[in-house]
Structure formats: C-alpha cells, structure tokens
C-alpha cells in the first residue's frame, strides 16, 4: 500500500531564510511524487513533480524537491524564502498500482513566513 | 490559472436544498475527479470519471450524485446534505486515467460549500 507523511504539521521561517518541508513515502512501485501548494481560500496548484527521471526536481517560485529512494524521501526545499510563499503544502504520491491514478495526499504542512 | 473552472466558488445551502456544482476544463483531459477537502483531514477522492463513464466511487453517500455530460464539463448534484457536508470542493482533471509517470493532476480553485 502507498503512504506519504509530512513530518511537520506546521513550519516558521523568517523571510530570506530557508525553506524545508519533510515528506516520507512508502510505495510497493515505482512512485510518482508531486507537491502541492494551496494558498488561503485557493485551489491546489502543481509546484513541482518527481516521474522516474532526474532526481533532482525544480518547479515553480524557486522550489525544488529531491528524490531520495534509499531514505524513501521527497522534501521540498526553497533557498530564500518569500512571504508570498506562506501557504498550505501537500506532498503527494500516485498510486502507480491502481488504474484510476489515484492520490495519495499527505497531511499538509502549514508554511508561516514572518518578516 | 489551471485551465480547470469550477463555479460557484462559494454556496450556501439548506439541508433540503437541491444544488449543483459544475466543473469545467479545456485542456483535452480524459479523466475528471471530485475531491473533497475538510478541515484537519487529507483531501478524500469522491468520484473518478474517465471519458464520461464513472469508474470509481469511493463509498460516497447518495446524496452526492456526479455527473458527466461530455469530457470537458463535470457536475456534482446535491440533495439533503448534512451540515458535516459543509467542505471545500475540488474538480480536478488529468489526460488520462492512471498512476502512469508524468499523468499530472491539475485542480481547480474549488467550490466552498456550507450546509446550514
């Protein structure tokens, strides 16, 4: 069975400073990895996704995410971090083993970035 | 802009109201997808659909009936809600079907839904 756990509910930074969101997976296949983001009274928009190619991923606003199999990781990471960043964030694995692609969503992680 | 329109963005409702939400998407995707999202709960996949034929309903109460008139336009009719129905809901959609690399699921902005 696939599973995804963000390890933090909640994450603080100051602007400028960096940005770490922990996600942990566990998949029986070969896994596709995305990142979500959802900002207040918003849809979820694509950051970023992981489909078997380079392991290092960049996405959108400066973010990127690593695919570590050894340490079954995908932590989303940003090297300054924006007050426009201050969201909701969703690690997200796709069940590679069901037809219908479904959606593993992790727990979220609430980004606060102070000034 | 995601190229996925859900309307209306918010609705307020009786719990013997009977109301639609509709969803929208011009980007050529084969599989449209409700979601639901509570407060302190991960996103619940409600209904998968691919060229129009529903093939997936994850145990949702009958009170939610989607629809799928052609593979742009995608419905969920409410009937009888309760007030824990009271959620954000999500329209989503993807080229196809499938857990395949690369099948990318784009959302849209979501319809807030309360039910008084």
């Known amino acids: 069975a696939q599973s995804v756990t963000q390890l933090d509910s909640h994450v603080s930074v100051s602007e400028g400073t960096p940005v770490l969101l922990r996600c942990n997976y566990s998949?029986?296949?070969?896994?596709?990895l995305f990142w979500y983001v959802q900002h207040p009274n918003k849809g979820l928009q694509l950051l970023l996704k992981?489909?078997?190619?380079?392991?290092l991923v960049k996405g959108i606003n400066g973010f990127e995410a690593e695919f570590k199999k050894s340490e079954t990781s995908f932590h989303l990471t940003k090297p300054s971090a924006h007050m426009s960043d201050a969201a909701e964030y969703f690690c997200?694995?796709?069940?590679?083993?069901?037809?219908?692609?479904?959606?593993?969503f992790g727990q979220g992680t609430t980004l606060q970035v102070k000034p | 802009e995601t190229g996925v329109t859900q309307t209306p963005r918010h609705l307020v409702m009786g719990m013997t109201n009977k109301k639609s939400l509709k969803c929208e998407q011009h980007l050529g995707h084969n599989a449209m997808y409700w979601y639901k999202q509570s407060a302190k709960k991960p996103l619940e996949l409600m209904f998968v659909?691919?060229?129009?034929?529903?093939?997936e309903n994850n145990s949702v109460p009958s009170r939610f009936s989607p629809e799928c008139p052609n593979s742009s336009h995608l419905f969920l009719h409410l009937h009888t809600l309760q007030p824990e129905d009271s959620a954000l809901y999500l329209c989503?959609?993807?080229?196809?079907?499938?857990?395949?690399?690369?099948?990318?699921?784009?959302f849209g902005e979501g319809s807030w839904l309360t039910v008084v």
């Open positions: 989503a959609s993807s080229q196809d079907m499938g857990g395949y690399p690369g099948n990318t699921i784009y």
């Open positions: 992981y489909t078997s190619a380079a392991t």
């Open positions: 659909y691919s060229l129009e034929e529903r093939v």
């Open positions: 997200v694995v796709s069940d590679g083993s069901s037809n219908t692609g479904k959606l593993i």
């Open positions: 998949s029986s296949y070969s896994p596709s």
